[in-house]
């Protein structure tokens, strides 16, 4: 039979885990603290955190805001997949656990999880009452208070309720009105109801946060650039007061940024044993609406400004179907269906000299899925395991984008699917009680996608980028010493991506321009421990 109280170390997959107690020691709150703790986890982020920043496992990962592109590393918080980036940037409530799976997870985590999932749950309601709430105050003005409140209300019923408020001032002197920059505002609410009615298990989740700052701004640091001519560059501005270097803290721009966001996650979870299986189903509906403004010249004229607002929503459910694991076979099989939408409108406005810059549009990107997937295990021996999964996902995407320049304004519209099948095979051996091998291979699949942006016209309609698909194989010993106290995972992996999805330059047209497209194939590989 499966080993009971299996753990993640004795599961055939790439994966690094942190349980509560470590968290708390290494301060994670954010999940952009996640790459201090997971060496193969990196985040980038460009002007806003809340529209530009990107996640990648073992260097793979989607480096776009673009509202048609999704990412390549799936983030779950308690079960939910959260459909953007920007969205799992919220704060954090209390953690119970993080686990980084590395690799395609498209089997049970569905078609986004090429490179790879960051799976995150966070504390359940305690059965005694308890609570906290503390204040935190630094050197260079952010202050911050969190509190919580958790226990019961009636006989196997609990909650837990967190909340937080945070305030900083700024690092950055705007000289043109003396101003600050670099502030941000953040506060977020989070309740958790779990009820335990013997045979059925239920939760709620509902989770709502807002945040405004006018950060992203960027600084002088040296002023003595030249072009492939070598005539000097960006000499012209007028940066009185300004001393560019590392240390420079001042900026001179006319008009100041605005990075305004707000989030909601309702969520509901239902568990029933049927005797020979547990039934699971997660209902969630998250909304984001995120509102920018950007001075793009970085001068006191005003000579570029864009704004940019983002309005996104998306409802999934998912029905799980898991028997026991006391046999030699046990099987995992599951439905799910997703319906998603991500408004987007861009306007830049210029100098008379650049009025071939401008730009005024919105768009509507909608998509659908649906898919079947399962699970099956079976125990060669009592010490020699055999896994394989498979899932078959069916995506249907559409574009609409309005060029409002003209007049009358100028619609172009699209719409196509496809169906696509992702697989797993694992096999592991146990070496006694504390030591497991196991090799694997498995495929990944990213769907097709739409390249919204500044530029949008039929063609980029009637061609959208191709889908994405990749394969890993995987050898690994995993194990414990010291009496199960300590933990280590060796890895090799080999994972190749055919028609990679990335920002390229298209040099058919007439004026070159950067556009998302299929670059390729792409390889990458390596030992982790």
Partial sequence: PRRSGTTVQDVPVSVTAFDASLLEDTGVARLNDIEQIAPSVQIAQTESAASGTSISIRGIGTGSNNPGFEPAVGVLIDGVYRTRTGIALSELPELRSIEVLRGPQGTLFGKNASAGVINIATKDPTAYFTGYAQATATTDEEYRFDAMLSGPISDGVGFRLNGYYSDYEGYLTNLTNDSTLGAEETWGIRGKLNADLGAIELGFIADYSESSGNGGIDTYRRLDQVDGNGNPINQGFDLTGVRPGPENRTVTINDENVNDTDQLLLAGKAGGDLGSATLSSVSSYQSWNYYAENDQDFTSQPTIFQMSPYAAEQFSQ????????????????????????????????????????????????????????????????????????????????????????????????????????????????????????????????????????????????????????????????????????????????????????????????VIPQFELTNVGKLRTRGIEF
């Fill in 318 to 509: 998912e029905l799980r179907l898991t028997s026991p694991t006391s046999g030699v076979f046990d099987y995992m099989v599951g439905l799910y269906f997703s319906e998603g939408s991500t408004d987007r409108s861009f306007e830049r406005e210029t100098a008379p000299f650049l009025a071939f810059l401008r730009q005024d549009w919105e768009s509507e990107a909608s998509t659908t899925s649906y898919a079947a997937f399962a699970q099956l295990g079976y125990d060669i021996t009592p010490s020699t395991l055999l896994t394989g999964g498979a899932r078959i996902n069916r995506e249907e995407i559409s574009v609409r984008f309005v060029d409002n320049r003209s007049t009358p304004a100028t619609v172009y519209e699209g719409d196509t699917g496809e169906t696509a099948v992702t697989w797993r095979l694992a096999l592991q051996q146990f070496i006694g009680d504390d030591l497991m091998a196991f090799g694997s291979v498995s495929t990944g699949y990213k769907g097709q996608a739409y390249d919204i942006s500044s530029g949008f016209d039929q063609r980029r309609a009637d061609n959208p980028i191709e889908s994405e698909d990749s394969i890993n194989y995987e050898l690994g010993l995993s194990g414990r010493y010291l009496g199960g106290t300590g933990q280590f995972q060796l890895v090799a992996f080999w994972s190749e991506y055919d028609n990679f999805q990335a920002q390229g330059i298209n040099n058919s047209l």
